[in-house]
């Protein structure tokens, strides 16, 4: 099996340990990956989808391509990636006229774009592909009495028809949810698990009101499950959980810290990897989690 890594520009500037287990685990896991040369800004939300439709398109038709000439498709550790060139593939697939001025644009640099591969989150490939049997048969520690809340990411979820291999129902997402307890944690359902983390635009220009969106989350883990570890599929939600809650702290938003991981990098400290390698970068104190994986025999 063979797959093109979308990076993204999340994982590739800020979290490159992430990317150190995205290729940890898929070596571990028997999966070859293609780096996909020449890729790009996917592009992101508040961006080129704002003011651009058929440039966004375009741009993210250039990296569809990509794939489609080593027929290979794309998995992303990124909730944004995956959202961007889901939805921009679903745009040129329902609109025939933007996918006809796409091409005529991509005429620029001599490509075409044929629709004939797919964007794919790394926690869904790891579901549907990979499957739940193999990952806790490949195990070389486990997690059991950790509690982990989960936190799928709003681009995994809706627009739930953009998204055909994503959740039966998008407001109980269960996925994510057996992708942890398959590494023996339990991952129980909270009020909140829908919920948005607060990133992107909203970091950016009303950091009260993601960071009010954080607290409301942990909140929801912290007095309903009373989670361990906060587990996601998303590299966008990994930082705003991972980098937020210092802060927060410091401005007695909460009193408490609730350990942030992507799905990968757990997944791959329970396939044996280094923790200084696929968690190093971690701002949230992980010591604690560290100390509880236990060495299958």
């Known amino acids: 099996m063979k797959v093109g890594f979308f990076i993204g520009c999340n994982t590739a500037f800020n979290r490159p340990d992430l990317e150190k287990a995205f290729r940890f685990v898929f070596d571990a896991l028997g999966i070859e990956i293609d780096d996909l040369e ?38 992303t550790v990124c909730g944004s990636c995956y959202g961007s060139l889901s939805e921009s593939k679903y745009k040129m697939e329902k609109k025939p006229e933007l996918r006809e001025k796409v091409n005529e644009m991509l005429k620029a640099i001599g490509k075409e774009y044929k629709g004939t591969t797919r964007i794919r989150l790394a926690t869904n490939f790891l579901y549907n592909e990979v499957g739940i049997e193999k990952i806790k048969n490949s ?53 909140r698990i829908v919920d948005c983390c607060g990133m992107g635009g909203m970091r950016s220009t009303n950091v009260e009101a993601s960071y009010k969106l954080v607290k409301t989350k942990l909140d929801s883990m912290k007095d309903e499950i009373k989670a361990d570890l906060l587990v996601t599929g998303c590299s966008s939600c990994l930082i705003q959980f991972d980098t937020a809650q210092a802060p927060m702290k410091r401005e007695n938003k909460i009193n ?42």
């Open 38 to 75: 020449g890729q790009s800004c996917c592009p992101s939300w508040g961006t080129m989808p704002s003011v651009d439709e058929a440039g966004w398109c375009a741009l993210g038709a250039r990296n569809f391509i990509i794939s489609e000439e080593k027929n290979v498709d794309m998995v």
């Open 256 to 297: 408490y810290e609730i350990p942030s991981v992507h799905y990968v990098q757990l997944l791959a400290l329970c396939l044996g990897a280094d923790p200084q390698q696929v968690v190093g970068l971690s701002t949230t104190d992980l010591s604690g989690i560290l100390g509880k994986l236990k060495k299958i025999n």
């Open 139 to 191: 195990l070389k520690y486990t997690l059991e009495g950790v509690t982990i809340g989960v936190q799928p990411g709003c681009h995994s979820l809706w627009p739930s028809e953009v998204y055909q291999e994503g959740e039966k129902d998008p407001f109980h997402p269960v996925m994510l949810r057996e992708l942890c307890e398959a590494l023996g944690a339990s991952a129980p359902y909270y009020s």
